[in-house]
């Protein structure tokens, strides 16, 4: 069976590891990204460079894009020299980044009208994840879609998950962003205290990755703050762009979610101080301020 030519827009921290798998996957690739110093790793390897997502399209039979925010999304699809400009019979468009249901449907819609096919296809896994190929993958849109480039998706992922009609796969998502959150909070507040209270940190550490409060949190990201290292892996304003879906599709369902809301705040905040484009982990910062923490 001839394999799926995969086009890939957007080569930031998780674009850059996963089309890095695709690559060694052996899928024939060519990549996009807007500031194209990223594409160098790539290029040395003798991928494919374009110039446009229109490029990348005319080029492949499947598109990936994964950039940051729905807008994002909708400039590299529609936008100038956007993907469906390249558009060709056959072409399937996956966009990974996390955004909304909503958006999903609208993007679904808008692609069919160049007799695109679309699914939305987030991540989870963190950083490590994407550069392992171990992420879990939700995926919704029409299951025939699914099947034909599920070879594509394992290339990045350990976990493919059809979740269902087009915009599933980002509701997933969203519900997985708030115990993302809401475990990043609970943590982060449990080293605030302990610092204050003096408590030996590698303790806590051995305590919370052993018992009932294990998570991917603390097995993670602890030891990254435990060392003062807020560099992201994730993004505090990727998070805050989650919780802020997530939150709007539970009041139009009508149901309350004070915690992820608190957390959503949270972020707000760190966001405003000029620390979105540190790790999700920086939230440790914020508690330290406000308790009178010196660093
Ligand atoms: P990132 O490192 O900030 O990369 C963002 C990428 O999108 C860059 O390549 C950027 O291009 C591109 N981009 C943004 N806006 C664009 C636009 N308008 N036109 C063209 N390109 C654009 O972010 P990331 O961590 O890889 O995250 C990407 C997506 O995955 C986000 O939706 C995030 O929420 C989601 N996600 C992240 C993680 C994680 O742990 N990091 C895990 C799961 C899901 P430039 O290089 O030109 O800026």
Known sequence: MEQLRVGFIGLGIMGSAMAM???????????????????????????????????????????????????????????????????????????????????????????????????????????????????????????????RVKPVLEAMGKTIVYAGDVGSG??????????VGLNMLAVVEAMALAKKASIDMDKLFTVLSTGGANSFTVQYYMPKMMKGDYEPGFKAAHLKKDLKYAVEMANKLGVPLPGTALTLELYNALVAKGLGDKGTQALLRLYHELSGIKE
Do not use: C
């Open 170 to 179: 980002q509701m997933l998502k969203l519900l997985n962003q708030i115990v």
């Open 21 to 147: 798998n695709i690559h060694k996957k052996g899928f024939p690739l060519i990549v996009y990204n807007r500031t194209r110093s990223k594409t160098e790793p790539f290029a040395k390897l003798g991928v494919p460079v374009a110039n446009s997502p229109r490029e990348v399209a005319e080029k492949s039979d499947v598109v990936i894009d994964m950039v940051t925010d729905a807008p994002d999304v909708e400039e590299v699809l529609f936008g100038r020299d956007g993907v469906v400009y390249g558009a060709h019979p056959g072409l399937i468009v996956i966009d990974m980044s996390t955004n909304s249901p909503e958006y999903a449907r609208y993007f679904a819609k808008r692609l069919a009208e160049y007799g695109i096919e679309f699914l939305d296809a987030p991540v989870t896994g963190s950083d490590i994840g994407a550069r392992q190929g171990t992420l879990t993958i939700m995926v919704g849109g029409k299951r025939e879609v699914f099947e």
